[in-house]
Every structure is written in structure tokens, then in C-alpha cells.
Nanobody
Framework: VQLQASGGGLVQAGDSLRLSCAAS????????MGWLRQSPGKEREFVAS????????VYADFVKERFTISRDYRKNTVYLQMNSLEPEDTAIYYC??????????????WGQGTLVTVSS
């Protein structure tokens, strides 16, 4: 399985971005797909995830209804719509997939990171 992340960029505070994570190689069936991020000098943290079968969605507390995770089944792609971005959201965002969830230190599949930079 390969995960291809895209959509990062440089924006101003209050702007929006949509990240995409396209999965290829085989069907991920009932996997959980989503996003983690790592800001400079900080540990990697969970952002949002969706179980592909059943669509159970989990968000980190700091998302505060600003971010929305969604899926395009036909494109085998998961999206993260990020609105009202804040400078604190500046980070490398990683797409990931795991059979159990994205809360553990051991995750089955990782995509490359995409950099999001939010200027004040």
C-alpha cells in the first residue's frame, strides 16, 4: 500500500487548505485512514481519522470544528479540509493508515509529509 499526500502550502491565518491522501496498491477495506502532524520542536500528534467501513470519525480536541475529514470512495482518497487556520497549525502533515487506529506508536502505513505553513 502506498499513500500519497498532497495539498500543503503557505497560507495566512484564517485561510483554508485541503489536504488529500490517495491510497494505492490494494484496498484498505476496514482500515482507519487519517492525519497526524508534527510541528517544529514538538512531538507528532494525532489530527483526525476515519474508519473506511462505517465512517467512524475522530478528531483531536484542538481541531475545534475547524477541520473536516472526508472520503471519496471511488478515488480511494481521504481529504482533510482545514478552515480558519492558525499559525499554531504550522506543521508537516502525514497521511497514515492502520487496521486499529492512529493513536498508537505503531502504524501500518505512512505517506510522505506535506508541509503546511500558516503565517500570522
Amino acid at each position: 500500500v502506498q499513500l500519497q499526500a498532497s495539498g500543503g502550502g503557505l497560507v495566512q491565518a484564517g485561510d483554508s487548505l485541503r489536504l488529500s491522501c490517495a491510497a494505492s496498491g490494494r484496498s484498505l477495506g476496514n482500515y482507519v485512514m487519517g492525519w497526524l502532524r508534527q510541528s517544529p520542536g514538538k512531538e507528532r500528534e494525532f489530527v483526525a481519522s476515519m474508519r473506511l467501513a462505517g465512517r467512524k470519525i475522530v478528531y483531536a480536541d484542538f481541531v475545534k470544528e475547524r477541520f473536516t475529514i472526508s472520503r471519496d470512495y471511488r478515488k480511494n482518497t481521504v481529504y482533510l479540509q482545514m478552515n480558519s487556520l492558525e499559525p499554531e497549525d504550522t506543521a508537516i502533515y502525514y497521511c497514515a493508515a492502520d487496521r486499529a487506529g492512529l493513536g498508537s506508536s505503531s502504524i501500518d502505513y505512512w505517506g510522505q509529509g506535506t508541509l503546511v505553513t500558516v503565517s500570522s
